[in-house]
């Protein structure tokens, strides 16, 4: 299977608009070099096809459906190469892009948990709004239920599991989580026996998180944060990264350490969701060398990973 990167940074992109800290403004004076970064969001197909799985749907989608040719096959007078979208989560960085696929002309494809799908019909109904244009063709995600294929895309096979994590911030479950708010998908290509295990959004790696991790042939996980209290230190937030549901790369505990753990059958290790305070954007600094050594890339808008 071909995995296109579309974008790699978490909520507000890379530099985020209203953002100063060292690494956006650093970025947009050309004193850091580091690059630009969409909003997070991965394409998936065969090997043999054109059509392929969108994973999350970002703010960014029309930016980046622009700048992947891919996306757009142009075999029809109206065409995508969008067979279906799977969401992990309904965080406004991984479903507000629905909106932009309204002119679809059929009903979108849509597979995600029925928290998601509650949570995109009440506290952001983007579901209900979208059934005054295309319509959705909603299909359920069952956390660790039987694995689902998404027809147009042979070969390729999904499996969800839940994670720990938060919900949206506009969901009754903020604070109490459910079975459903947050999945990481183990995305198996048939044909070569390959398997991706991505989860943008990861708050903690129980034992089947781990296992379905050292289980694939690739991972690509949680890059928001380098420490749990980065936001706090420079000024723009009062919670922890834990708090908010992700597990920051360093110190004890860290997705560096549990990165480390995994066998060397896993032959690539990514980190993706990436806050635009990480200093591992920069790629002169001492955390991007660490994540080197380390055998961990941090993932780029635009990249392609061949299993």
């Not at 991965?42 to 992947?68: H, K, W």
């Not at 190469?81 to 309904?90: K, N």
């Not at 995109?120 to 039987?146: D, K, M």
């Not at 506009?170 to 989860?199: C, M, W």
Request: charged content about 20%.
């Amino acid at each position: 299977m071909r995995i296109t990167v579309l974008g790699s940074a978490a909520g507000g992109g890379f530099p985020q608009w209203n953002c100063n800290c060292p690494n956006c403004a650093g970025v947009r004076s050309g004193t850091v070099r580091a690059k630009p970064r969409t909003q997070s969001s991965i394409f998936v197909r065969p090997d043999e096809g054109e059509d392929g799985v969108l994973f999350n749907a970002s703010p960014d989608i029309l930016e980046q459906i622009r700048s992947s040719p891919i996306l757009q096959p142009a075999r029809a007078m109206r065409d995508t190469a969008i067979a279906g979208v799977v969401l992990i989560d309904g965080q406004v960085d991984h479903a507000t892009g629905l909106f932009m696929l309204r002119e679809r002309g059929t009903p979108l494809p849509l597979w995600c948990t029925d928290p998601v799908a509650e949570d995109l019909s009440e506290g952001n109904p983007v579901l209900r709004v979208l059934s005054h244009y295309c319509g959705v063709a909603r299909h359920a995600i069952t956390p660790g239920g039987n694995s689902f294929e998404v027809p147009g895309v042979p070969g390729l096979v999904f499996r969800a599991m839940a994670l720990t994590g938060k919900a949206a911030p506009y969901s009754p479950h903020r604070e109490q989580q459910v079975l459903g708010d947050n999945i990481g998908v183990t995305i198996l290509d048939r044909r070569s026996g390959k398997s991706l295990f991505y989860a943008p959004g990861l708050g903690a790696i129980t034992p089947p998180v781990f296992d379905a991790m050292a289980s694939a042939d690739a991972v690509m996980v949680d890059g928001t944060f380098w420490t749990d209290d980065e936001m706090v230190r420079l000024g723009v937030s009062s919670k922890r990264a834990r708090e908010i549901g992700h597990l920051p790369q360093s110190g004890e505990g860290g997705m560096i350490e549990w990165l480390s753990k995994l066998p060397a059958t896993t032959a690539r290790r990514m980190l993706i969701h990436i806050n635009n305070t990480n200093p591992i954007l920069d790629e002169d600094s001492d955390e991007h060398a660490a994540l080197r050594r380390a055998g961990i890339e941090p993932c780029e808008d635009g990249m392609t990973i061949q299993l």
